[in-house]
């Protein structure tokens, strides 16, 4: 079975902090894990994808298979990152990823001018 | 390019009766997934159809059905609705079968309310 946690409902930082949000997985095969944000008012979206190994908008997030972490980062937040998060994970057997995504239950990030 | 289209955006019924919700791919998307998003349980995988067939289920009761036609569009069904059946539904879609490789593009939802 697939599980993705993300231990903080509701993180607040204030404008020009770092800014952590966590996300730790269970899968038995190879995982393939994403952040999507969804903006007031907007679709939920990809933000990033850790097989691209990318920073989007300022955000990065690493891949820690040894403790089923991918932890979504940024140096500095600005008022617009504020949003709900989400960690989710695809499944991966024999090389075929699947399309089942299993969602975390989000994390709302505040950014306080 | 438009993106995905779902209908109606909103929904309200009765609990017994069934409902038919709509989803409309991106153009030369061929991969429909939907998920449930209610605020106790969070979003949750329902099906992914490609290529008109269904590829991947989540752990739904049997009344929860889907198809997706020739053109790629999607449907889902749930019948004698209950309660709980309450939520947004998202349909997403992606170009090839949903993978870390194939981004998947969300449509705006519908939200079902069951009374």
């Known amino acids: 079975a697939q599980r993705v946690t993300q231990p903080e409902k509701l993180l607040s930082v204030f404008k020009g902090a770092p800014v952590e949000l966590k996300c730790n997985y269970s899968?038995?095969?190879?995982?393939?894990l994403f952040w999507y944000v969804q903006y007031s008012r907007q679709r939920l979206q990809l933000l990033l994808r850790?097989?691209s190994r990318e920073s989007i908008k300022g955000f990065t997030a690493d891949l820690n298979k040894g403790e089923t972490s991918f932890h979504l980062k940024k140096p500095f937040a600005q008022e617009e990152d504020s949003a709900m998060y989400y960690c989710?994970?695809?499944?991966?057997?024999?090389?075929?990823?699947?399309?089942?995504?299993?969602f975390g239950q989000g994390t709302i990030l505040t950014v306080h001018p | 390019k438009a993106g995905v289209t779902q209908t109606p955006r909103y929904l309200i019924k009765t609990r017994g009766q069934q409902v038919t919700l709509s989803c409309s791919p991106i153009?030369?998307?061929?991969?429909v997934s939907w998920y449930q998003q209610t605020p106790g349980q969070g979003l949750q995988f329902l099906f992914e159809?490609?290529?008109?067939?269904?590829?991947n289920k989540g752990n739904f009761p049997g009344r929860f059905s889907g198809r997706q036609f020739s053109n790629s569009r999607s449907e889902m069904n749930v019948s004698t609705l209950e309660l709980g059946d309450s939520a947004l539904y998202l349909c997403?879609?992606?170009?090839?079968?949903?993978?870390?490789?194939?981004?998947?593009?969300f449509g705006p939802g519908t939200r079902l309310t069951v009374l």
């Open positions: 989710a994970l695809s499944g991966n057997a024999g090389g075929t990823s699947y399309g089942k995504l299993t």
């Open positions: 899968y038995s095969g190879s995982p393939e």
């Open positions: 850790h097989i």
């Open positions: 997403a879609s992606s170009f090839g079968l949903a993978a870390s490789y194939n981004e998947q593009f």
């Open positions: 159809y490609f290529s008109e067939t269904q590829r």
């Open positions: 153009s030369g998307h061929r991969s």
